[in-house]
């Protein structure tokens, strides 16, 4: 047995994903002021953005831990990770912002884990038993 084919995998990597949000929204929510020097980027942003974050944990997290996982929530919760990297994409090209190197880098690497853990759960979801009707 592939560990993709685990019954618990997509369970976990929903957990995982809404660990890593809970950890980046409580960073960009604390250390806005700090990371806003380094990135370039509004403090205001980036304490937006760590505000949003918490909501989409729980979302996950609740996902994650009924009974049976909700294939319909899975997908939503891709589409909010794919609006979440063609935002990212679109703030840099935006002009609105004028990033440092370390933003520039920071908001590119976050969104290329976003996008990796985007495709974990659709491999999840794929190899997941489906549901009886």
């Known amino acids: 047995m592939s560990l993709t084919s ?4 997509l369970r976990g990597v929903l957990l995982a994903d809404a660990a890593s949000c809970l950890v980046m929204g409580g960073a960009l929510i604390a ?3 700090l990371l806003s020097g380094w990135f370039g980027l509004p403090a205001a942003l980036l304490q937006q953005a760590g505000l949003l974050l918490l909501p989409f944990t729980a979302f996950l997290t609740l996902v994650a831990t009924r009974p049976t996982i909700s294939r319909p929530a ?3 919760a891709v589409a909010c990770n794919v609006a979440w990297v063609l935002g990212s994409g679109a703030l840099l090209v935006s002009g609105l912002v004028a990033p440092t190197l370390f933003g520039f880098a920071f ?5 290329l884990i976003v996008l990796l853990v985007t495709e974990v759960e659709i491999i999840g979801l794929r190899r997941a038993e489906p549901v009886p009707a």
């Open 6 to 9: 685990h019954p618990n995998f």
């Open 31 to 33: 250390g806005a002021d």
């Open 74 to 76: 899975v997908w939503l």
């Open 107 to 111: 908001v590119i690497a976050q969104a």
